[in-house]
Structures are given as structure tokens and as C-alpha cells.
């Protein structure tokens, strides 16, 4: 992409309505703009963010065995009176009526609608195990919506649904996202720590939140601090085997980690010696939930079993807040100059600035590399503006791209480029052929 051609919308001043740093930062770098309260509208560089999240949830999700769908996000009241969630959700959910005077509602999760196709269409154990899946709008009318896209009215979840035999085998479940949800977030450059959580409204208490420890987030947590060693790296997990997957939760569960809905200080206490006890902020990701039986009784979704006996389906449901990572992750990920995007989610593989636009040598050179940058199948993009260097580096550091391409007349009289890192801002100068091998390197690794 040329930034000439592209449409980045980055504000000079800091928005005075923004209290943390992530929500300053993505104003600023023109990646989201307030639609109304808790709603926002991605301009392209958020959205491409937002769609490098989805893709790598996604590519997690269909590794773990489970199926991607897609249901609306309008739902009718009528099944969630029969969950009897409708009267209990209460001023979170945004009721409509439509031109028949019926009640609808925009859905805040999909337990019901889930319930509902299943029964439709499911009735034999032959069937199980299934797990579908779905990344799609919600709408919560949160009291208070704040800090941008962390607590939106209407945010964008992958949220996943298991239907299992008996407890079991949906533990089993249970335990395959959460080794999804490990390995998803670390490619996301975060580390997000399974804690012990409360089950709220969608019930069972069976179920752990995931946390990104920063000042700014909304939740207190209590945790032995040998938990932040713990990284799941690129082991081969096979979903399919209940022991590795158990194993994968026991390493990653059994030290103390609990939000302040379920901490016991005096297990704490007692579990954790005095040098290791943290209690910091959290920014929760996601939250996995075994709740057994809970809709699939109230809503007649059962199997018929190998003895021919009739049982209701053991569920559970598991969410990703994908478009509270952004968020999160420049909140991990950031310094006084702007975001600093890891390597797995970043908008544009590198920026190319060109230090003399209009000087046939960096022109030339600027087109070559982003050729070359193309047809390895990345994606650059060029500060082909005529502007000064100094601010082409200003909206290169505040929009984040993890490298940058100068290239400039008096490099090129010694025939090299400079590449620069924009985590450690360190700079080295070389051909630009290699450049592109040094890019084409660290990709194929993320
Ligand atoms: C699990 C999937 C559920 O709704 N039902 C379907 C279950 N869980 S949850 O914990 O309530 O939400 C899942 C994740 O969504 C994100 N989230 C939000 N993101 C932005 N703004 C909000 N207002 C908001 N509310 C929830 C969180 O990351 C949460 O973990």
C-alpha cells in the first residue's frame, strides 16, 4: 500500500476524551473513530488489525477440531425465555421490537441460538463430540462503556460452543480450548494467564478467565508470580488426546491464580509463599466455561445414548474478545512514540520511507523493494509522500509497524538501505536484497 493512496487519518493532538493509552494511541494512529457511546467504527489500519486477529483465532480454532459458522446478531426473545435468560439478563441486553410488535434482541452471546440448532438437528450420540464456533458482533449495554474498544457496547467475540456426551468428554473440551486459547494469544505477542473465574451470567462455575497483566485493566487479580514463566512456545499438542490436553491445563492451572470474584486470601496465603504473591490489574481476553447441562435441559437438547436412553448434552462455551485484543495488546505493547505491533498481528509487514521523494535513485529503489517486499508475499507499505523525514518516522513510530525500510539518496551511493527495528529502534545498514531476505527470514517464523 502507498500511503499517497491510503486512507490513515492520524490526529496531531491527543484526544482529550481518552483516559488510557491504548484508546489515545488508536485515535491517534487513525485505526478506530467513535460511532456513538461504546461503538466504533475500524477505519482500514484497525481493521487490519482486527482482521489478523480473527484469521489467527480462526486458524487456532480449526486446529483444535473445532467448525467455523456464522449466526446473526439479531436473535428472538422466545428462546431465550425458554433458557429463561431473557427476564434474567437484564439491562444488558438491547431489546427491539419489529414492525410485528415481536421481541428481538441483539444478541449479547449465543448459548440459546446454539442450543436451538443443535436440537433441530442433532440426535444421536453418533454425533458427538461437536464443537462449532463463530466470530460475530455483540452487543452489551454495558453501564459504563470506556477505554474504547475494551469495554464496547458492540465488540467483536469468537465465541464457541461444545456439545459432549457426558461431563467427561466435555472437559476434554474444556481443556482443548484452553490450549487453543494458550496458543492463540502467544501468537499474538501476549501472554494471557488462565485464572480461576466466576461464571456471571452465563453460568457454571466451572471456568477461568484469561488475563493480560497491565495497570490499566478492569480486573483485580491474585497469582503466584512462577505462573509468568510458563510459556506454551510451539509444542505440538494433538487435540485428540485427553491426557496431553489435561496435562497442558494442570501445568498452566495448578498455581494460584484467581480474580478478585474468586480469591481466598487465606488460600493464597497458605498455597503461595510471601515472595511470590502478586495481586495486580488484568485486561480479561477470553473465558471458558464447562456448564453442564444448564440449556441443553431448559431447552430439550438431548441424544439418544448407545443403551437407547435419552440425555441432555453436556455443554460448555468459550470466548475470545477479539476486538478487546487491539486493546490489550497496545497496552502489552507500546512506548511514548506510539503502538509497537508484534510481529504476528501487525497491519503492514514493514514501512518503506523514502527519505527524497522525487529523487529518481530513492524512487527507484523505494518501487524495487516494494516489489521484491510483494512478491514474497508481504505486505509494505510505502511513505511514498512528500514530506519531511522527520514526520514520515513520526507516523511510522505511532502507527507501529515492527520495521522500517529507509531509504535515502546518500545510503544508496554505497548501494544499502537501512532496516530498523521499531522495538529496540536499532538500525543496520544493508543491501536492500538483503533487507528483503532479512524480512522474508523473520516472517516465516511468526
Ligand atoms: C463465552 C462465549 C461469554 O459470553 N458466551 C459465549 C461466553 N463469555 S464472556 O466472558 O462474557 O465474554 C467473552 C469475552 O468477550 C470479551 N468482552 C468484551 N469485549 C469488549 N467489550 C465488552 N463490553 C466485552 N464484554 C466481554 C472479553 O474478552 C470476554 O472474555
Not at 306 to 318: A, C, F, L, T
Not at 381 to 406: C, H, N, Q, S, V
Request: hydrophobic share 35%; proline share 4%.
Amino acid at each position: 500500500m502507498r500511503l499517497s493512496r491510503y486512507f490513515l487519518p492520524v490526529l496531531k493532538e491527543t484526544p482529550s476524551e481518552a483516559q488510557i493509552v491504548s484508546h489515545r494511541l488508536m485515535l491517534r494512529a487513525g485505526m478506530i473513530k467513535q460511532a456513538s457511546a461504546g461503538i466504533y467504527s475500524w477505519l482500514p489500519l484497525g481493521y487490519k488489525v482486527l482482521k489478523r486477529i480473527e484469521q489467527i483465532v480462526h486458524e487456532e480454532q480449526i486446529r483444535a477440531g473445532h467448525i467455523p459458522m456464522l449466526m446473526p446478531t439479531l436473535q428472538s426473545a422466545d428462546l431465550w425465555r425458554e433458557s429463561g435468560r431473557y427476564d434474567d439478563y437484564g439491562q444488558e441486553m438491547l431489546r427491539i421490537k419489529d414492525r410485528h410488535d415481536r421481541d428481538m434482541l441483539y444478541g449479547p452471546t449465543n448459548e440459546e441460538l446454539i442450543t436451538d440448532i443443535f436440537r433441530s438437528h442433532v440426535t444421536s450420540y453418533k454425533d458427538l463430540p461437536l464443537t462449532l464456533y463463530h466470530i460475530q458482533w455483540k452487543f452489551r449495554d454495558e453501564v459504563r462503556p470506556r477505554f474504547g474498544v475494551m469495554r464496547g457496547r458492540e465488540f467483536l467475540m469468537k465465541d464457541g460452543y461444545n456439545f459432549d456426551i457426558d461431563k467427561n468428554a466435555a472437559l476434554h473440551a474444556y481443556n482443548r480450548h484452553l490450549v487453543s486459547y494458550l496458543r492463540s494469544y502467544e501468537r499474538m505477542g501476549l501472554q494471557a494467564i488462565p485464572m480461576r473465574a466466576d461464571g456471571g451470567p452465563i453460568g457454571g462455575d466451572y471456568t477461568h478467565e484469561f488475563l493480560v497483566l497491565a495497570e490499566t485493566g478492569e480486573s483485580e487479580v491474585f497469582y503466584d508470580s512462577e505462573i509468568t514463566d510458563l510459556k506454551f512456545g510451539d509444542r505440538a499438542v494433538d487435540y485428540d488426546d485427553v491426557a496431553q490436553c489435561q496435562a497442558v491445563l494442570e501445568e498452566f492451572t495448578s498455581r494460584y491464580a484467581r480474580t478478585d470474584e474468586t480469591h481466598d486470601e487465606a488460600l493464597f496465603n497458605e498455597q503461595v509463599p510471601e515472595a511470590r504473591r502478586r495481586s495486580a490489574r488484568g485486561i480479561e481476553v477470553g473465558q471458558i466455561f464447562y456448564f453442564g447441562t444448564k440449556y441443553s435441559e431448559a431447552m430439550g437438547a438431548t441424544v439418544v445414548t448407545p443403551d437407547g436412553s435419552r440425555v441432555p448434552v453436556h455443554m460448555g462455551s468459550h470466548g475470545i474478545g477479539v476486538s478487546r485484543l487491539l486493546g490489550a495488546i497496545i497496552e502489552a505493547s507500546h512506548d511514548d512514540k506510539g503502538i509497537i505491533w508484534p510481529e504476528g498481528v501487525t497491519p503492514f509487514h514493514c514501512g518503506i520511507v523514502n527519505l527524497k521523494q522525487g529523487d529518481a535513485a530513492a524512487d527507484a529503489a523505494c518501487e524495487s523493494l516494494y516489489k521484491a517486499l510483494t512478491a514474497k508475499g508481504l505486505e509494505p507499505l510505502y511513505d511514498d509522500r512528500t514530506e519531511r523525514a522527520g514526520a514520515k518516522f513520526a507516523t511510522m513510530d505511532l502507527i507501529g509497524l515492527p520495521w522500517r525500510i529507509t531509504v535515502g539518496p546518500r545510503g544508496l551511493e554505497k548501494g544499502v538501505v537501512e532496516l530498523t527495528s521499531r522495538r529496540t529502534g536499532e538500525s543496520e545498514e544493508m543491501s536492500p536484497e538483503a533487507a528483503v531476505d532479512r524480512l522474508g527470514q523473520i516472517y516465516a517464523n511468526v
